[in-house]
């Protein structure tokens, strides 16, 4: 675990050297500890046995923190499972990384959460559900539904959309798109100009492409692309339009006997592998995201492929792309807040920050 440990600090040093997030807007608890006055205790955590790497590395951690700030007595015990978020519900493990769908699933209130061009950057939603007197950490309604209290919201990566347009659109969305299940809201991105909308899994909205039944189909990064959909690609965009979250959450029978100074050594823990997963996440994904559009441009025609990019450039600038579209999906959630179904506390918190 060591070695593996030394490894990630390592890469983490090399980050530090590259261009960064301004990560200074997030709430943060740090403080000075007296670990002499620490009570000796474990809380086990349940780990799902096909957890992608980051999420080992980043209890790792989140561990190693929490031994050097507790002087070793705290300790956090790992329990693999299966359906690990039935270890929870069942008392047998004190901590569990939920996905945002998991939280949703809990807790319907969470739902804005899929409501896609939402938030303008990952900082931003960081910010929001990492709030501890927001309307999502705070809850009482939240922590009922949970069974327990949310320690924290780690970066769980984006979403992209696969396009088989030569160029980018500069009024957002249009002809006939596919989209992922689970969207509140979809008709939102009617509003943003898809004349058509299509609802399917990730494997479907492949076939939807390769097809050419749709022109933009909504893609996981990271996720394999068949080789007969790569063939009627023409670009990654990067939209950024619906950002995922991993929820670290403490029982509620463990966060009832968790003493003040123990609570702030999993705060302090907490804040200090935040920004550095956000860091790994957001680097993993944009490698991801480049190696993928290289393997389109090397299925393009040299003549066409040099022709689009220079036209495409000429069109528009990545950092406008979507501009509109976003636009008019924010104009949609002000017109449709209530219908969508999304609480007045959470809706007038987004106003506050978002608009």
Request: charged share 25%; net charge negative; hydrophobic share 40%.
């Amino acid at each position: 675990m060591f070695k593996k440990l030394l490894a990630l600090l390592l890469a983490l040093s090399l980050l530090g050297g590259c261009a960064q997030a301004d990560l200074r807007r997030y709430p943060r608890e740090e403080q000075e500890n007296d670990p002499a006055g620490l009570e000796e205790e474990t809380l086990r955590i349940a780990m799902p046995v096909d957890a992608p790497q980051l999420m080992w590395d980043t209890l790792d951690l989140l561990r190693a923190k929490i031994k050097e700030l507790s002087g070793g007595r705290l300790k956090v015990t790992v329990r693999k499972a299966k359906y690990p978020i039935e270890s929870y519900r069942e008392g047998q493990a004190d901590l569990y990384f939920f996905t945002t769908e998991e939280m949703i699933q809990m807790d319907d209130r969470l739902s804005f959460m899929t409501m896609p061009f939402l938030f303008p950057d990952a900082d931003t939603m960081l910010t929001f559900l990492n709030d501890e007197s927001g309307v999502v950490r705070n809850s009482t309604a939240t922590q009922t539904r949970l069974r327990g209290e949310i320690l924290g919201v780690y970066y769980g990566g984006t979403r992209a959309f696969l396009n088989r347009g030569r160029y980018y659109d500069e009024v957002g969305f249009y002809n006939n798109t596919a989209i992922l299940p689970g969207h509140l809201g979809e008709n939102a991105f009617i509003s943003a100009g898809a004349e058509t909308l299509v609802v399917g899994e990730q494997e479907e909205i492949f076939n939807y492409l390769a097809q050419s039944t749709v022109k933009f189909g909504e893609y996981i990064p990271g996720t394999e692309v068949p080789p007969e959909t790569l063939a009627q690609l023409r670009n990654v965009e990067r939209t950024q339009h619906q950002f995922d979250g991993w929820w670290l959450v403490l029982s509620a029978g463990k966060s009832a006997n968790l003493s003040t100074q123990s609570r702030a050594v999993f705060k302090e823990a907490f804040a200090y592998t935040v920004q550095w997963e956000k860091q790994l996440m957001e680097a993993d994904q944009t490698s991801q995201l480049d190696q993928l559009q290289q393997q389109i441009q090397q299925l393009q025609a040299p003549e066409s492929s040099s022709s689009d990019t220079s036209e495409r450039s000429s069109k528009v600038t990545p950092a406008s792309t979507y501009d509109n579209a976003k636009a008019a999906m924010l104009d949609y959630y002000k017109d449709n807040w209530q219908e969508l179904g999304i609480p007045q506390d959470i809706w007038e918190a987004l106003q506050n920050l978002i608009f």
